[in-house]
């Protein structure tokens, strides 16, 4: 008896072996590591989550939110990185309106330091949309997640002290299944994600 009765059952084979194996690589690394490129200047005083994907720091200086004198998001990724330079404008545009959006929404604290906020967008993992229609229809699962790393600092805004700062790595969950059909979609959560972390941060101590 043959194996594969023909060239197509062969093809079906040698597929699903190939998402077999790009699945365990993607599970070998299921959580994705804050980074540290040096952009944050007390990286030493910060504390790190269990599972590496966050490090912050926190002052007791109360901040007010609704002072923030300046916001900058910058590019730190290698040179290499292969991401054009028009996504590289949005993916920065998303960062700055998430954190925008964010600090506003937290209420005004009474004393507390008007702030100047600082960013770096340092990983981008965008993700295959064909390789997740392929896993989406042979394992049921679109498994190229995506997503990213950002370092934020909070200044005084007189000091230039850091009063707040953050490494956040993100991939995008499964939960977020049609995400998974656009190259950037799972970075842009991320970043959001990210946004939404330095504002619980910033709550702490408001």
């Known amino acids: 008896m043959k194996l ?6 062969l093809f079906t084979f040698v597929l699903r072996l190939l998402l077999v194996v790009s699945a365990t690589g993607l599970a070998a690394c299921s959580t994705m590591q804050a980074t540290d490129t040096g952009f944050l200047t007390n990286r030493s005083d910060m504390t ?7 490090a912050t720091f926190r002052s007791p200086t109360p901040v007010d939110p609704h002072q923030v004198r300046a916001l900058s998001v910058d590019w730190a990724m ?5 991401i054009p330079e028009a996504e590289r ?3 920065i545009a998303t960062l700055e ?13 009474a004393g507390g330091r008007p702030v100047v906020i600082r960013a770096v967008i340092t990983r981008v993992e965008s993700v295959s949309p064909v390789l997740n229609v392929l896993t989406a229809v042979f394992l049921t699962v679109p498994l190229d997640r995506g997503g990213a ?3 934020i600092q909070v200044l005084d805004a007189e000091t230039l002290q850091p009063l ?8 995008a969950p499964i939960a977020e299944f ?3 059909f656009s190259a950037l979609a799972p970075a842009e959560l991320a970043l959001n994600a990210a946004a939404i972390e330095l504002a619980k941060l910033l709550r702490e101590k408001s």
């Open 78 to 82: 290698p040179a290499g990185a292969a």
């Open 149 to 151: 790393a950002v370092e």
């Open 164 to 171: 707040a700062s953050m490494a956040h790595a993100y991939f």
């Open 178 to 180: 049609r995400a998974r």
């Open 4 to 9: 594969f009765p023909n060239l197509e059952s």
């Open 97 to 109: 309106a998430a954190i925008s959006r964010e600090t506003e929404a937290l209420p005004q604290s």
């Open 89 to 91: 404008a949005r993916l």
């Open 48 to 54: 790190t989550s269990q599972d590496g994907s966050t």
